[in-house]
């Protein structure tokens, strides 16, 4: 029997990843790419000294209180952690750890290119050519906005948002945002970025707002009905942060009814299923969740979250321990 750690690899992970990982832990890794079941998760605590899971996989209150418990370590793959329930790990004495800067730039880069694509109303244009729709180049055709000259409004001010900033500024775009804290004063001049007051006011100032906040119990349905009717009717809604964060329900009213002009999405509240009435709509950018999906960009988390583990089970403190 191996005298390294015992460690399940939820889904399948770039080769160089699962590479490293089979070199350095007694290690099983996804034969068919398919999330675990909750009893295949309950079993996994029992096992394994580690796992590596991904947003997919749910770790509630109930899961980690069972007893016979042999998991020490659950190493994220991701930044975001609301799919862990903190609080009933840290009583378990089992430690959380995630991969917070590796995916900055990707999901910055999906937030720019939502942008973009809900202002040109490229996902409408795409789609029209596709279908044998489109007839010629004509002066009033699919009528997009120019983003330069308008204002970003971006919902928590963390790395990406800042990575999104930088983009941004680089179209011509103003910068405002609503944080807890204001950033310091460095940042804020660097970006040229202005702190609105609430979050109600950054909804009516901004042209298009973009969210950049965890997920859990006191972001959940942030952008509803109501905060929608006070955005401009020409505004973007923007989501790369988590589906939790929107009502989807209400976003589909009203992108039908015109209180806002587009959004795009890549997240979604219930995974992989998309509210149905965003799907029959054309104003809306549908990304399947791709914020980090580069070869680089997953490769680094992998490697992040194998650095988390190798920190544990050397006895140090992992690099990016949440609990």
Known sequence: MSDRPRLLVTRRLPAA?????????DARLSPDDV???RAALGAALRTYDAICPTITDKFDADLLSAPATQVRIIA???AGVDHIDLVAAKAAGVVVTNTPDALTDATADIAMLLI?????????????LRAGRWTSWRPTHMLGQSVTGRTLGLVGFGRIAQAVAVRARACGMRI??????AAPDDVEKALAATRAA????LAERSDVLSLHVPGGVETRHMIDGPLLDRMKPTAILVNTARGSVVDETALADALRAGKIAAAGLDVYEREPVVEPGLLELENVVLLPHLGSATVETRTAMGLQ???NLDAFFAGLEPPNRVA
């Not at 405002?176 to 804290?181: D, L, M, T, V």
């Open 17 to 25: 990843v699962e590479a490293y990982i089979q070199d350095h832990f």
């Open 35 to 37: 999330p675990l079941d």
């Open 116 to 128: 973009l694509m809900t202002a040109r109303r490229a996902g409408e244009g795409e789609r029209e």
């Open 305 to 307: 979250a194998a650095a």
């Open 176 to 181: 405002a945002y609503h944080s807890r804290r």
């Open 76 to 78: 994220n793959f991701g």
């Open 198 to 201: 609430s979050l109600d006011d």
